[in-house]
């Protein structure tokens, strides 16, 4: 079956950076676009970067663009958030999606930023 | 970016009776290829988000068939016909035309 899991996330200074992975299995990651969505503490649902399936073209959420960097590799079935100069703003709950229009969901990874 | 309101934002039901969620977005989710990129995703609570409908209408796999989902343009429907104590959740739209992607605020659904 479609398995997302997600790892990385940890408690991080402001001004720090951390790296989330998501490794998949269950269909072939090549194939598909994936995306990164966050949910703040109590908070709603917010698009953060997607993938295109052949590497080629990434997208960002304003508030992210130039902090954080969206990757992936085929050849091991993951994908990959570098997050740069991060903020309290940015502490949530981050889920690997498999593709652009809410497929497949991880179980998410906790990022917390707080001095 | 393309605003996605809920209403209501709480919703409580009586088991067995229906259910409706509307879903306005501030710009037509017609997409250039002539689809529409509007998803529901139900959040139970303490769970992952798990998406019941793509492309307006078309059901994921599991989805109850008591779960419907319509509309076109501006203005989506999700529509529970019976409630089940199971649908307790968080509800949100979603569209996917225009980047951003952006979510409705979400819909809490309780057993009244």
């Known amino acids: 079956q479609v398995q997302l899991v997600e790892s990385g996330g940890a408690l991080v200074k402001p001004g720090g950076s951390l790296r989330l992975s998501c490794a998949v299995s269950?269909?072939?990651?090549?194939?598909?676009?994936m995306s990164w969505i966050r949910q703040g503490p109590g908070k709603g649902l917010e698009w953060v970067a997607y993938?295109?399936?052949?590497?080629?073209?990434?997208y960002y959420a304003d508030s992210m663009k130039g902090r954080f960097t969206v990757s992936r590799d085929n050849t091991k079935n993951s994908l990959y958030l570098q997050m740069n100069s991060l903020t309290t703003e940015d502490t949530a709950v981050y889920y690997c999606?498999?593709?652009?229009?809410?497929?497949?969901w991880g179980q998410g990874t906790l990022v917390t930023v707080s001095s | 970016d393309v605003v996605m309101t809920q209403s209501p934002l709480s919703l409580p039901v009586t088991l067995g009776q229906p259910a409706s969620i509307s879903c306005r977005s501030s710009?037509?989710?017609?997409?250039?290829?002539?689809?529409?990129?509007l998803s529901w995703v139900q959040q139970r609570p303490g769970q992952s988000p798990r998406r019941l409908f793509y492309?307006?209408?078309d059901r994921d796999s599991g989805v109850p068939d008591r779960f419907s989902g319509s509309g076109s343009g501006t203005d989506f429907t999700l529509r529970i016909s019976r409630v089940e104590a199971e649908d307790v959740a968080i509800y949100y739209c979603?569209?996917?035309?225009?980047?951003?992607?952006?979510f409705g605020q979400g819909t809490r659904l309780d057993i009244k």
């Open positions: 492309r307006v209408s």
């Open positions: 979603m569209q996917a035309t225009h980047w951003p992607y952006t």
């Open positions: 269950g269909f072939t990651f090549s194939d598909h676009h």
């Open positions: 999606v498999r593709g652009t229009w809410g497929g497949n």
């Open positions: 993938i295109t399936s052949d590497r080629k073209t990434t």
């Open positions: 710009q037509s989710l017609v997409h250039s290829d002539g689809n529409t990129y």
